[in-house]
């Protein structure tokens, strides 16, 4: 319960401060971006949210790896906010029976905060050998 208030105040910060800079940078298959700039310039912000890559408007639960390092796996389908510094980021996020999507590059300036929803498509292969 007190993560879920964290998140929802997290979410009203993040939208509630900002002001659209970019809508749907990119597009594709496994993952939409939008950018926006907070208001008061100064947080920068990830906030990731999983989907099924077959039916798009069921949440699922995903593993976010940001620069090489596991963040915890969330409990619930509410998604996941960090707060990061200005730089490069790699993204990669994925689960167990999903493929993996990678975005090699997303450079984040202070002030950014980015909106990522991962759409998590099944991987036909066996994970028993």
């Given amino acids: 319960m007190k993560q879920n208030i964290l998140i929802i105040i997290g979410l009203c910060f993040l939208f509630g401060c900002s002001k659209v800079v970019t809508n749907n940078l990119y597009t594709g298959g496994r993952y939409k971006l939008n950018y926006y700039k907070t208001r008061d310039k ?13 039916l798009e408007n069921e949440k699922t639960i995903g593993i976010i790896k940001i620069n090489g390092v596991f963040l ?18 790699k993204i990669e996020t994925g689960f167990l029976g999903k493929k993996w999507t990678v975005i090699e590059k997303l450079k984040m300036n202070k002030g950014d905060s980015v909106v990522l929803k991962f759409y998590l498509e099944d991987d036909d292969r066996s994970l028993v050998d």
């Fill in 42 to 54: 100064l947080s920068t912000k990830i906030y990731c949210e999983f989907y099924n890559f077959e």
């Fill in 72 to 89: 915890p796996i969330p409990t619930d389908y509410n998604g996941q906010l960090v707060t990061v510094s200005h730089g490069n980021y």
